[in-house]
């Protein structure tokens, strides 16, 4: 999604959670005492403008939220998740949608922000081996995850 609208060095933290946290953040941010799909918190706005060039803030969605809009919109979660991560990005990067022409121009700008996402996710997605390749595991591991943790315990 970054590299779709021309910034592909950029940054953003994501945080995936449930009704409860988000709906205390939209309680604390927005004044509305209710749990909500996804929040944007900009860093390129605001008094800390400019601070971090790449850092462009954080998209919070809620889980449960996403599911039940999923099954009311008859698509999968992926697909939800997807197009809120968007929506935020969007958020981040100024657009809004208060007046309906706004609202249009922004859900034409989601579903294009989806495709690029849904067309890299297909070139990585890994290829059915051939008849007698051997299969290949591959893991990741955050290490200073283990590390911080194994020298606490050593301690």
């Known amino acids: 999604m970054l590299g779709a609208v021309q910034m592909p060095r950029a940054e953003l933290s994501v945080l995936l959670t449930d009704d409860d946290r988000i709906m205390d953040l939209n309680r604390i941010y927005r004044k509305k005492n209710r749990p909500t799909d996804v929040l944007a918190f900009s860093q390129i706005e605001g008094r800390i403008a400019g601070a971090h060039a790449r850092l462009l803030g954080d998209v919070v969605v809620s889980i449960p939220t996403a599911r039940r809009q999923a099954v009311a919109r008859g698509r999968d979660l992926v697909g939800e998740l997807t197009m809120l991560l968007a929506h935020g990005l969007l958020h981040l990067l100024g657009w809004d949608h208060r007046k309906p022409a706004d609202g249009r121009r922004m859900r034409r700008e989601t ?37 911080r943790k194994t020298s606490r315990t050593m301690r």
């Open 111 to 147: 579903a294009r922000l989806c495709a690029a996402a849904d067309e890299a996710a297909r070139a990585r997605a890994p290829r059915a081996p051939s008849r007698g390749a051997k299969k290949r595991i591959t893991a990741a591991i955050n290490v200073d995850s283990i590390v």
